[in-house]
């Protein structure tokens, strides 16, 4: 087949400009994390205003011993880490389950084209991630990753570090989706705000004209942008470079035992009993949890619990469904290093008081028309420090409420600002790819070319919608 050598457009050329500049300067997810966590103990110690009076010996004992100290290993991280393991382990084992990949063979079957294939892929992930974040983080991966292995066993070509950028952008729609921190917490009686803005139900926040159009405009801008940054030219693709089906058989088909078990042991290994009965006991306590608290019972452990289930009711064995953990298992090194990391980070700017100087900073050059996008872009800002939407919203949430009350502001609109900024430069920080880079072989600087155009097109059509609506 010769390749098209149709002339690149120009969204195409600055899709492969910026994919070089981050080959060449954007570091790992993980030396990004160090490099962040230097930087924000500098800032704490010598701009923090919390800590602006004591000496320095006393300052860098509140901040680096009292804030980055006391969050670097606090329960709440360890949970929080422990819980993104499950969500790529789980995944990555029910992907690998043969009527998945029957499934994900289906879906394969749809693009005709390298940027068909792109566009799905982004698809499902918005999908995804607007149902709920931790699926976001990997569905697209997992379809992205048996695209490419399809496709590189037919020899098709396909650009497969921008469809892994394409299955990243579930992560910018998550916050408006079903799962979102903020709107799901002030929804909540007895919520710490609720003396501020009182319970605010979800159809004012994530059920609101507002948040279907912006969730709807973003999902439709993501599609069309991977489709166009796909290249025409088949010269200028990157195959798929993993091992395909035929060179790993044990991602379709696990053996039995090696006959060195006794029968009792091997035929419990190779039984559907034990995933039938474990199985049985999580759906059960899943559906119990729907079936008594709605949308509320959508969190981070009924998705992992019912992907458990799944997993291993699919895999049809112990044997099979241990293998296959086990493989996936190994994508989650960054995820157990760099955690810890982040909410130390976090620690730093509560204890120092940067996060509010930063809020405060936003909210005094506003008035009641700006005052959404400030929001957005201070959300963003705090963001790449602390990549976490819950764990921000505790901290930056009561400034930017505050502040709306006293400009007599629907504080519905600037939750939602909020949590439209903290998605948005999720484009930029690297953190949240970590089980998507595990999934699919892939780096860091493979993709956040590709998401930083999307991060730069998404935010003007955000912004027009806090404006008109």
Request: glycine residues 12%; contains cysteine; hydrophobic residues 50%.
């Amino acid at each position: 087949m010769s390749a098209d050598t149709r002339p690149k457009s120009a969204i195409n050329r600055l899709g492969q400009v910026m994919s070089r500049l981050a080959g060449r300067f954007v570091p790992s997810p993980f030396v990004l994390a160090v490099l962040l966590t230097l930087l924000v103990l500098a800032l704490a110690v010598t701009t923090g205003q919390a800590v602006a009076q004591l000496p320095m010996a006393e300052r860098l004992n509140k901040v680096l011993i009292g804030g980055w100290g006391g969050a670097l290993f606090g329960a709440g991280g360890l949970q929080f880490a422990f819980q993104m393991v499950l969500v790529l382990v789980t995944g990555y084992a029910f992907a690998l389950s043969p009527p998945i990949q029957r499934l994900i063979d289906k879906l394969a079957a749809i693009p005709r084209s390298a940027a068909q294939a792109s566009a799905v892929v982004a698809l499902v992930s918005c999908v995804s991630g607007y149902i709920h974040w931790g699926l976001g983080a990997v569905a697209g991966a997992l379809l992205a990753r048996e695209i490419g292995r399809s496709w590189a066993e037919r020899g098709k070509a396909l650009h497969y570090p921008l469809m892994g950028a394409a299955a990243y952008s579930g992560l910018l729609v998550w916050h408006g989706g079903l799962s979102g921190s903020a709107p799901l917490k002030v929804a909540e009686s007895g919520h710490f705000l609720e003396k501020t803005v009182g319970v605010i139900p979800v159809d004012q926040t994530l059920f609101s004209g507002l948040n279907l159009v912006v969730t709807v405009s973003l999902i439709i801008t993501t599609v069309l942008v991977y489709y166009l940054l796909t290249p025409r030219n088949e010269a200028d693709c990157v195959p798929f470079s993993g091992p395909t089906r035929s060179a790993s058989p044990k991602l379709v088909k696990v053996a039995k035992g090696d006959g060195t078990q006794h029968p009792i042991i091997a035929a419990l290994e190779d039984s559907l009993v034990i995933p039938a009965l474990l199985g049985g006991l999580c759906l059960a306590y899943v559906g119990h949890a729907f079936v008594t608290q709605g949308f509320k019972a959508l969190n981070l452990n009924t998705v992992n619990l019912f992907f458990l289930a799944a997993g291993l009711l699919l895999h049809g064995s112990p044997r099979s469904y241990g293998r296959a953990a086990a493989d996936g298992a190994k994508g989650a090194v960054g995820i157990v290093l760099q955690f810890p990391l982040y909410f130390g980070i976090l620690g730093m700017l509560k204890a120092s008081g940067l996060i509010v100087q930063l809020s405060d900073f936003f909210v005094s050059i506003s008035n009641a028309t700006t005052f959404p996008i400030f929001a957005y872009l201070s959300a963003g800002l705090v963001n790449l420090f602390v990549p976490s939407g819950g764990g921000q919203w505790a901290v930056q949430g009561p400034v930017l409420m505050n502040a709306a009350k006293e400009l007599g502001l629907d504080p519905s609109k600037a939750i939602m600002a909020l949590a439209y900024g903290d998605a948005w430069t999720n484009m930029l920080q690297p953190f949240w790819a970590l089980p998507l880079l595990g999934i699919m072989g892939l780096k860091a600087r493979d993709i956040i070319g590709y998401t930083t155009i999307l991060f730069g097109i998404a935010a003007p059509v955000t912004i027009f919608w806090l404006l008109v609506l």
